[in-house]
């Protein structure tokens, strides 16, 4: 009996109903799909068309065993115990093991693919490797903790407002992993073994890909799955937000201080409910009464103007009943029709549908691009499901927990889409959650409603750390935290500080918060309508603060060639802004785990103050030449050293 066989380029494996196809995609790279019963399925969910070198590959093939070389990686499949299961593995271009899949374990009768079939056809899927020890792992998107390894850790393969799950890793024994499919479930890095579990799925596909350093795999990821655009000029400088700018004299007074004050502005934004109701996709014309106007004395002043959208239809829309009508909204599989009751009830937008994609852009472009505003603030991307219950809902590609983590790609995509087809040469659109893939669509993430306090700005770090490692090189965070902070308390006027100095490192500079108290908003009938926060301008927080602000915001400036170079590296290669100190050293142990300081670019080594009081830190400095880019100071790294952090600067360091 034959096994293993060969057609063209792939190695195929097939026992007792189930078919595994190995496939060459892209330089040194392959993707592996599994399917019980049923043909193999070519979804694209994140991966784009392969371009390989026919020279790189070799394949043998044996009756019980089989192997596909593709550059510097070799997939092994063979049969494994009495059961003759196919067990995979994967190997270097010197032989050394990458990746294998757990053994049968004899008596057991394990397999490492387990199809648990469903009522309807699909099946629940756990797909378990073996642990390595001294595995590190760095990836993975952009989760709310501490971490930068996630080495014996389980993390949920699910969006939530400030969690964006992004399933590709960078192992540190050269290999990186992306787990195609969007679907619901979580992966366990243990110590023994690492499982990928999805509730529902049709088959199983990942793609593998071997590097010597970390910035080899980020390039074969990119390759495989999209290159960002080039950051447009407005991107590299300063972006002034808040919670909101309710109408349009007040956005115009704010922009007209900052020139005043010849404060470098790149960008300001227009927030939330700016509109009559959700899923209108218009300016509320009591408020914003001449929107062209607007934006033209904005752009006489340099200023690029973005816009929220949210991916809400409230049921009071103007558009609803069309759009429900046409099929063009997701739909709760039983009972009410309702995905968010905020303000008002309303049912989101069904991204993975081509006909809602293109009626909602045709909507924003009308009244939003053809005024020319460049740049959309695509708001409750995960979507923010007022339970995240998504088994409820169903889209045009299938039931949530099927496809539900793709919608933030899907709504990236339709604007990017949309803005290309207008003329645009790079759009970038600011978007709350991503997906695989999302980067070639212009997605610059940021990381979420998060709380105004020391815990949650140290957790940012680690963020964006992790999503720069999967594969998400635009990302920023709202400086100063989103809920609660007071611009009169002295205490967060020092977390705001700490957070913009911060921000300057960071591949987009946004300052934007709800400040307290909240300031109630009324039409001129007496109507109230929603809230604005408190100010968040960088005058608003005190005469101590304000020269420290502005010394950032000009220093920002004074990046724009380096940041414009990071960008194009970006770009071009796929390599983060923000990378951890294992990505820029990996020889070097000792910065595996380092998650308080982090290399911005090839060249900066930042180390921001994250704890409240603290006014010098401890630093690492990996062997080489650095200099204090506030001191001038040369010093010779190898070692750790303990320098000033004056409230008026943080730690940063050149590399010579």
């Known amino acids: 009996m034959e096994y293993v066989t060969r057609d063209g380029n792939e190695l195929i494996f097939r026992n007792n109903g189930e078919t595994i196809v190995i496939t060459p995609w892209g330089r040194d790279s392959l993707r592996v799909r599994a399917a019980l019963m049923a043909e193999i399925r070519d979804d694209r969910f994140a991966l784009l068309p392969a371009e390989t070198d026919d020279s790189e590959i070799e394949i043998n093939v044996s009756s019980e065993r089989g192997t596909v070389r593709n550059g510097k990686i070799t997939a092994v499949v063979e049969t494994d115990g009495w059961k003759k299961n196919g067990r995979l593995s994967f190997y270097d271009e010197k032989g050394g093991l990458l990746l294998r899949e757990t053994d049968g374990g004899n008596a057991l009768a394990l397999t490492p693919r387990e199809y648990q079939p469903l009522t309807g056809g699909d099946f629940a899927l756990n797909v378990t490797f073996e642990g390595r020890d001294g595995e590190r792992l760095y990836g993975m998107g952009q989760y709310q903790e501490e971490q930068v390894d996630w080495k014996g850790c389980t993390l949920e393969l699910k969006h939530r407002n400030s969690q964006a799950s992004v399933p590709f890793v960078i192992s540190s024994k050269g ?4 787990w195609h499919n969007p679907a619901l479930g979580y992966v366990s890095f243990g110590r023994n073994r690492t499982t990928w579990h999805v ?4 088959q199983m596909d990942y793609w593998i890909t071997a590097g010597d350093r970390p910035a080899d795999i980020s390039r074969n990821y990119a390759d495989a799955t999209g290159h960002v655009p080039m950051m447009p000029e407005y991107g590299l400088g300063f972006w002034q937000c808040k919670l909101r700018y309710w ?10 201080e900052y020139k005043r004050r010849g404060l470098p502005i790149d960008v300001i934004v227009i927030d939330f409910f700016h509109w009559p109701h959700m899923g209108d996709y218009r300016f509320d014309p009591e408020f914003f009464p001449d929107p062209a106007a607007m934006v033209r004395e904005l752009k006489d002043m340099g200023i690029e103007l973005m816009v929220s959208v949210w991916p809400q239809v409230a049921l009071t829309s103007e558009n609803y009943e069309e759009m429900k009508q046409q099929g063009l909204l997701m739909r709760a599989d039983y009972g ?3 995905g968010m009751r905020f303000v008002e009830d309303s049912m989101f937008w069904d991204a993975t549908n081509p006909r809602a994609r293109a009626y909602v852009w045709d909507k924003c472009k009308k009244n939003y691009y053809d005024y020319g505003i460049r740049i959309f603030w ?10 995240y219950d998504f088994r409820h809902y169903r889209f045009q590609a299938g039931n949530g927990q099927l496809v539900g983590n793709i919608y933030p790609q899907m709504y990236s995509r339709a604007f990017y889409e949309g803005m290309k087809d207008a003329g645009q040469e790079d759009p970038v659109n600011l978007v709350r959650c991503a997906w695989a893939g999302s980067q070639r669509y212009g997605a610059l993430v940021w990381s979420g409603d998060i709380m105004s ?3 949650y700005f140290r957790r940012q770090l680690s963020a964006g750390l992790s999503m720069g490692a999967a594969g998400i090189p635009w990302w920023t965070t709202d400086i100063g935290g989103f809920h609660a902070g007071d611009p009169k308390k002295p205490e967060f006027r020092e977390l705001l500080v700490r957070w913009f100095q911060w921000g300057c490192y960071c591949p987009v500079m946004r300052l934007h918060g709800d400040r307290s108290p909240s300031v109630p908003v009324y039409r001129k009938d007496g109507t109230r309508v929603l809230n604005s926060g408190s100010e968040n301008e960088v005058w608003s927080f005190g005469e101590e603060a304000y020269p420290i602000l502005e010394k950032y ?10 940041v414009r170079e990071l960008m194009r590296e970006a770009h071009e290669n796929g390599t983060p802004l923000l990378r951890g100190m294992y990505y820029e050293f990996p020889e070097d142990p000792a910065c595996d785990l380092l998650k308080d300081q982090y290399m911005f670019g090839s060249r900066l080594l930042v180390a921001p103050v994250m704890e409240p009081g603290v006014r010098e830190r401890s630093v690492y400095l990996p062997e080489g030449k650095w200099k204090n880019v506030d001191t001038g100071e040369g010093l010779t790294g190898g070692c750790r050293v303990t320098v000033p952090a004056p409230l008026t600067c943080i ?3 050149e590399k010579l």
């Not at 109408?247 to 007209?256: F, G, H, I, M, T």
């Not at 695509?378 to 339970?387: K, M, R, S, V």
Request: avoid cysteine; hydrophobic fraction near 35%.
């Open 651 to 653: 730690p940063v360091f």
């Open 453 to 455: 306090d020391w815990t």
């Open 247 to 256: 109408n349009q004299e007040q956005l115009l007074e704010v922009a007209r």
């Open 175 to 178: 290999y990186g992993f992306l």
């Open 553 to 562: 915001i000009k220093r920002r400036e004074e990046l724009r060639p380096y």
């Open 336 to 338: 009410e029709q309702v």
């Open 378 to 387: 695509l708001d409750e991307a995960e979507p923010e499901l007022g339970t």
């Open 199 to 202: 509730d529902a799925t049709r």
